[in-house]
């Protein structure tokens, strides 16, 4: 139950709790569901479970890796501590560096104890792991220094408010080259309309120029069953249409013990951007058309 | 809770019980929620709420309706008494014809009296109600006298089970013209995988020489807030693909007091039968390529 969707829960029966502790920042918990594997909640709010983050981890990484246009070299991740969005990077073997910056040390710990799957992404000998404050990392990097950068975040009340306003996103427009793309998790359709549009127009004021679209994925253990991801382009000059893959997902092959992408294929991507006829027509006017 | 979705349940608030009775097939609950408005029950499960019940109802009918070749002229709702789906199919000019078989009368009289923008399909002249076993009906139907089938049925535990077996699907099959099309409530991709490879795999052995597809609708509501369709194609001869719409979708001038299409539109069509990697991987063996 949350303010962020009254009137209704999901229920998750839970074996154990293997971890819970306060960090400098918030509630860490980590329980055992037989539907779902270990689940991590922060402020009592489920982020992952082993059974479906494939889903989310897939989708916020593939859809902007793959729509960039040119080579994607340098790639940024604010929040993400988890590990799993840099697990999904590190299948692009174009990428020469991966950042993240994520403001809570003990989450990459609690990950990497229990839920290795994900904290594989740890082990990239191209991850450089910042423990500080996203905005404040994003404000003091160089210029049009990342082809792309992806705010994996928890929701817009306690700490990561910030990450959906309007400074923080002027900074991720400065820190990217032109074409390069920002993708945030960007919240449910069916449950926060409003909060979607606001964000919708705030990022075609800050990417001027450029492009702002939105897409989804179904997950069964966030509110609602599906989540969503603001996708912005750069301005460049040249033509671009984020819908469309610019290139093939990663290759299969992996180092043995990863586990092989379950949700992403390049159809996939293109249908994610297709919205129900009552969000098209809500948003129509803070989406690029 | 339900053995259908083992470890997990939605919990919705509840301010009112508006309706509670047995009838002579299942329970039959009506109640008010803050969050979803109106729900409706039977025997414990969520089947529709005022808030989010388009989304289903418009793509179990207009699927089928938008994909069939040649101009529908005749169509059969098997279960579906609360006249979601006949307030869909109603929206079609070109059908001279709207069949409903539901099994429990009590269905109808709830949803009359409290799912009145639901319960609008019953007042089209062109609908004919039997409350009767949607087998029977099928099997006693005229050798391709429908265009179209749709089966809105609850889960197959209960009275549902018969709807998900071989039988019933050879019945439609022979009450189909060539070319026809049957959509069936399919459950749910997160879920029911192992359901749904093996109705696919049933549906592959009736419909020799036509076409078997899934495709997916996002809905809060129903478990893992996704549920799918079953839908296929009777050979004809003739080309054909289900995911590419032969018709727009009906024309949005409705009669005063209908509710506008909120979630259907063509690109939504093409889209719903993209599969997620995981699902596309297990079903490629039983689904049309």
């Given at each position: 139950?949350?303010?962020m969707?009254p009137?209704q829960?999901l229920?998750?029966?839970?074996d154990d709790?293997l971890f819970h502790?306060?960090?400098?920042?918030q509630?860490?918990?980590?329980?055992r569901?037989?539907?779902?594997?270990t689940v991590?909640?922060?402020d009592?709010v489920?982020?992952?479970?082993?059974?479906?983050e494939?889903?989310?981890?897939?989708?916020?990484?593939?859809?902007?890796m793959c729509?960039?246009?040119?080579?994607?070299?340098?790639a940024l991740?604010v929040g993400?501590g988890?590990g799993g969005?840099?697990r999904?990077l590190?299948r692009?073997?174009c990428?020469e560096e991966?950042h993240i910056?994520?403001?809570?040390?003990?989450?990459?710990?609690?990950?990497?104890k229990y839920?290795?799957q994900?904290?594989?992404?740890?082990?990239?000998?191209?991850?450089?792991?910042e423990?500080?404050?996203?905005i404040?990392?994003?404000?003091?990097a160089?210029?049009g220094?990342?082809d792309?950068i992806?705010?994996?975040?928890?929701?817009p009340?306690?700490?990561?408010?910030?990450?959906?306003q309007?400074?923080?996103?002027?900074?991720?427009?400065?820190?990217?080259?032109?074409g390069?793309?920002?993708?945030t998790?960007?919240?449910?359709?069916?449950?926060h309309?409003?909060i979607i549009?606001?964000?919708?127009?705030m990022?075609s004021?800050v990417?001027?120029?450029g492009?702002?679209?939105?897409?989804?994925t179904t997950?069964p253990?966030?509110?609602s069953?599906?989540?969503g991801?603001?996708?912005?382009t750069?301005a460049?000059g040249e033509?671009?249409?984020?819908?469309?893959?610019?290139?093939p997902?990663p290759?299969?092959?992996q180092?043995p013990g990863?586990?092989p992408?379950?949700?992403y294929n390049?159809d996939v991507h293109?249908a994610?951007?297709?919205?129900?006829?009552?969000?098209?027509?809500?948003?129509?006017?803070h989406?690029?058309?």
């Amino acid at each position: 139950m949350s303010t962020m969707w009254p009137g209704q829960g999901l229920s998750v029966k839970v074996d154990d709790v293997l971890f819970h502790q306060r960090s400098d920042f918030q509630d860490v918990c980590v329980l055992r569901s037989p539907a779902f594997g270990t689940v991590l909640t922060l402020d009592g709010v489920i982020q992952c479970t082993e059974r479906d983050e494939f889903a989310y981890q897939e989708m916020i990484t593939h859809l902007p890796m793959c729509a960039v246009k040119g080579e994607p070299k340098r790639a940024l991740v604010v929040g993400g501590g988890d590990g799993g969005v840099l697990r999904e990077l590190a299948r692009h073997s174009c990428l020469e560096e991966i950042h993240i910056a994520e403001i809570d040390g003990m989450v990459p710990e609690v990950s990497k104890k229990y839920f290795p799957q994900m904290a594989l992404g740890f082990k990239d000998n191209r991850v450089r792991v910042e423990i500080t404050d996203g905005i404040k990392f994003v404000q003091d990097a160089a210029e049009g220094s990342y082809d792309v950068i992806i705010v994996d975040s928890s929701d817009p009340v306690g700490p990561a408010q910030v990450l959906f306003q309007k400074p923080f996103f002027d900074a991720m427009h400065r820190a990217l080259r032109p074409g390069g793309i920002v993708c945030t998790q960007a919240e449910s359709l069916w449950l926060h309309l409003d909060i979607i549009k606001e964000l919708a127009r705030m990022c075609s004021d800050v990417f001027q120029g450029g492009q702002v679209r939105y897409a989804f994925t179904t997950i069964p253990t966030y509110p609602s069953g599906q989540i969503g991801f603001m996708i912005c382009t750069k301005a460049s000059g040249e033509a671009h249409d984020a819908r469309i893959p610019s290139r093939p997902p990663p290759a299969q092959t992996q180092q043995p013990g990863w586990p092989p992408m379950r949700y992403y294929n390049s159809d996939v991507h293109r249908a994610a951007f297709v919205l129900p006829q009552f969000a098209k027509e809500a948003l129509a006017k803070h989406l690029t058309l």
